[in-house]
């Protein structure tokens, strides 16, 4: 029997597909939509502090290889998805889920993750360091020094289960950098990766979104080679007890395949759930098990990080 279970921070999930914050999890519909579909959990919209109405329309657009966006965090505000997340705790206390949070400053994502830590919440965070589309706001994980401050203030005090999610490196040097801080924290996870930061698509002579003048996050077929490396980058240098969770690219069992075999532990998918809804969790996941058995793999730790090399 192929299975396709997975285990992160502890927990198991029968399926190791999920979706990529951002997609399918602003409001309880969505997300009740995902959790009741072949998914193996879900996780939220990234929450700040109070509810944002996010950056002006149009914000995203489909494009032939994958999406541009430059969202800007519109979300219901952490109170919103906790308060969900609780109620779901009650009349489904086997199943864990994934909270998605930052704030827009340092102050402000340790008051979320106080609030966090002093809930009932159970399940798994994911710290966003990764957003480029705040106008004025960096994408913090770029900045090693302000990301190895943020994770040693959160550690003084949050002892729940915590990941973060990271933008995607381009150069070894920063790989390294990367995992020398990531080493240093009591993380479960790393998730690799948010969308290529500020790139643009152009349609006749105009860009195709309105905020930043166009410049927003890449997702889709255009990331899965960076995302792939930032998997296997990771995978290869963080200690084991940090696990990998790969987000980018993913459209078929094919390339979920690839993504545990660079290293990952559990598989997001963003772009292809948005152009195709939730009933892409059963396909992928039926191509999966398909070419697992064709291979005669039974689980995925049969072939999780055994990318080969050639000689
Ligand atoms: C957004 O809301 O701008 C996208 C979220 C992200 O890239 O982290």
Redesign the pocket.
């Known amino acids: 029997m192929v299975s396709l279970k997975t285990q992160i921070a502890g927990f198991s999930f029968d399926n190791c597909l999920m979706n990529a ?2 997609v399918a999890c602003m409001t309880v519909e969505e997300l009740e939509a995902v959790r009741q579909s072949s998914a193996g959990t879900f996780i939220t ?2 929450a700040t502090l109070t509810p944002r109405q ?2 002006p329309e149009p ?1 995203y657009h489909d494009v032939p290889l994958g999406s541009i ?7 219901q505000g952490i109170d919103y998805y906790l308060d969900y997340l609780l109620t779901l705790q009650e009349s489904h206390p086997q199943r864990a889920f994934f909270l ?1 949070l ?1 704030g827009m400053s340092p102050d402000e994502t340790h008051m979320l993750l106080k609030k966090v830590q002093n809930s009932g919440f159970n399940g798994i965070t994911e710290l ?1 360091l ?5 106008p004025g706001k960096p994408q913090i994980a770029y900045d090693f020094e302000t990301t190895e401050r943020i994770l040693s203030e959160a550690f003084a005090y949050f002892d729940k289960p915590l990941g973060i ?1 990271l933008p995607p490196y381009f150069d070894i040097v920063h790989f390294d950098q990367a995992a020398e801080v990531f080493n240093r924290h009591p993380l479960k996870f790393v998730n690799c990766v ?2 290529i ?1 500020n790139g643009m698509y152009i349609e006749d002579e105009s860009v195709v979104i309105r905020p930043k003048n166009g410049f927003g ?1 890449i997702g889709g077929q255009y990331i899965k080679p960076t995302t792939l490396a930032n998997v296997h980058a990771f995978y290869q240098r963080l200690d084991p007890s940090i696990q990998i969770i790969g987000t980018g690219g993913v459209y078929s069992g094919r390339d979920a395949l690839e993504h545990i075999l660079c290293g990952a532990s559990m598989v997001q998918i963003g772009t292809a759930l948005h152009q195709q809804g939730v009933g892409i969790f059963e396909r992928v996941s039926l191509e999966l098990k398909a070419i697992m058995a064709q291979k005669g793999y039974e689980k995925l730790e049969d072939f999780k990080g055994k990318l080969k090399y050639l000689a």
């Open positions: 914050a951002g919209k990234t996010g950056n914000r966006n430059s969202m800007g965090l519109p979300n998605s930052v966003n990764s957003c480029p589309n705040v999610k948010n969308s930061g996050g």
